[in-house]
């Protein structure tokens, strides 16, 4: 049987100090700074998991409503991985009001195309017309220019 976890939008709730560790060492954000975190957090809409007053997991979503939307910084603590967590998490933000019937919705991911299918997402339809600038490694480089 699956574990069901209690989930937030409560950004008074959010552990930054759990949420910063997590991003921290995770392959997209290493050695993001605290603020850039807290910024991030600030300007987004952002989903806490938690075990019992425990959080375990967070997820961020840019966006403008009505639009548009990016998925990122989605985390799961390893401790909790393969009990329904991130499952979960996807279900509620896919459920949100705020993200419903947008035109595009993206997310990055090098290892959850699985999971992420199971929501709709799919491989870009047209990868010829995405660009981005890519800033690997950006956070362990020194400080950030806008910090």
Not at 66 to 92: P, W
């Amino acid at each position: 049987m699956e574990t069901v976890f209690t989930i937030t939008e409560d950004k008074t709730r959010f552990d930054i100090d759990f949420i910063h560790a997590e991003l921290a060492k995770s392959y997209w954000a290493k050695g993001i700074p605290k603020k850039i975190v807290q910024r991030g957090i600030e300007n987004s809409l952002c989903f806490g998991i938690y075990s019992g007053e425990q959080q375990i997991g967070f997820a961020r979503v840019i966006t403008d409503k009505a639009t548009f939307a990016y998925l990122c910084d989605v985390i799961v603590t390893e401790s909790f991985r393969g009990r329904g967590a991130g499952k979960q998490l996807m279900t509620y933000i896919m459920a949100h009001p705020d993200l419903r019937g947008l035109r595009r919705f993206t997310l990055g991911t090098q290892d959850a195309h699985e999971l992420y299918r199971k929501y709709g997402f799919t491989a870009p339809q047209f990868p010829d017309r995405q660009m981005e600038i890519n800033r690997r490694g950006i956070y362990e480089q020194g400080p950030p220019v806008n910090p």
